[in-house]
């Protein structure tokens, strides 16, 4: 069964505008992105809608009417992230190996998704602090107070 945060996720990555969006944001970071989106990843961004509690129109509202904030969020983050070490949260006794865990992420193509989390992020951080901070814990961000910090500076 396909959870309804799912069904958002899905919805809105296949819409014309979040489409024209994530191109733009493709051409301008020459940054590859996947052309399937199924499966695990929309399950994936299923649980971050849900763990985000944005509703659908807000969301949709967002990605129709706010693009021009939208990618310049995306353009600040890419830059600041994008040769950053991935942390990454185990449960106890599930830590990788010493040899995988390198804290280097493979080079590769984006999930169409990574915007859907970007638009996340930019609306939790305008409605505030809390309201980030509480979304970053819910989804196990390491160090949630100082990437909030972070995420804050993106937006202008």
């Known amino acids: 069964m396909v959870s309804r945060g799912a069904e958002i996720a899905k919805k809105i990555v296949c819409s014309g505008e979040y489409q024209r969006v994530l191109d733009d944001l493709s051409v301008s970071l020459k940054m590859p992105v996947e052309p399937s989106y199924d499966g695990m990843l929309i ?38 992230t994008d040769n950053a070490p991935c942390e ?6 599930e830590q990788p190996e010493e040899d995988d865990n390198t804290g280097e992420e493979s080079e590769g193509v984006y999930s169409q998704g990574f915007l859907l989390i970007n638009i996340v992020e930019f609306l939790l951080a305008e409605k505030g602090n809390q309201c980030l901070l509480d979304f970053l814990k819910a989804s196990r961000i390491p160090k949630a107070g100082a990437y909030a910090k972070q995420v804050r500076t993106f937006i202008s």
């Open 43 to 80: 399950e994936f961004d299923g649980e971050v809608i849900e763990l985000s509690k944005l509703n659908e129109s807000e969301l949709l509202f967002a990605v129709a009417s706010r693009a021009t904030e939208i990618k310049s969020y995306s353009i600040k983050k890419f830059i600041a």
């Open 88 to 93: 990454q949260e185990y449960p106890s006794g």
